[in-house]
């Protein structure tokens, strides 16, 4: 199993990103996803995450300007930012909470995709 993020990159302050992620491997389902930063000299933080139901939660520091919204049947998650701040920049991760198959059986557990780095220039 693994995650894949992408979509980073080098925007202005005011321009729209969106990142993507995608889960691959045998998986037999994904409960929550969710998007991570980690900005220069901080600890991660929590940006936004989905339930397998569509319920979401949003730090407030991206409330009504980030969406974040999930694809069940591409395994995906995605993550548009709007209205980009210079204090957005930072190195974005996926994660999911997921059940795959293993040699013996099934197991659950939390997988974290490579980061992208997001840059907002002001």
């Known amino acids: 199993v693994q995650l894949q993020a992408s979509g980073g990159g080098l925007v202005q302050a005011g321009e729209s990103l969106r990142l993507s992620c995608v889960a691959s491997?045998?998986?037999?389902?994904?409960?929550?996803m969710g998007w991570y930063r980690q900005a220069p000299g901080k600890q991660r933080e929590l940006v936004a995450t989905i339930t397998s139901g569509g319920s979401t939660n949003y730090a407030d520091s991206v409330k009504g300007r980030f969406t974040i919204s999930r694809d069940n049947a591409k395994n995906m998650v995605y993550l548009q930012m709007n209205s980009l701040k210079p204090e957005d920049t930072a190195v974005y991760s996926c994660?999911?909470?997921?059940?795959?198959?293993?040699?013996?059986?099934?197991?659950?557990?939390?997988?974290w995709g490579q980061g992208t780095l997001v840059t907002v220039s002001s």
């Open positions: 994660n999911a909470n997921l059940q795959y198959y293993t040699s013996t059986g099934y197991a659950n557990s939390d997988y």
């Open positions: 491997g045998k998986i037999i389902s994904i409960n929550g």
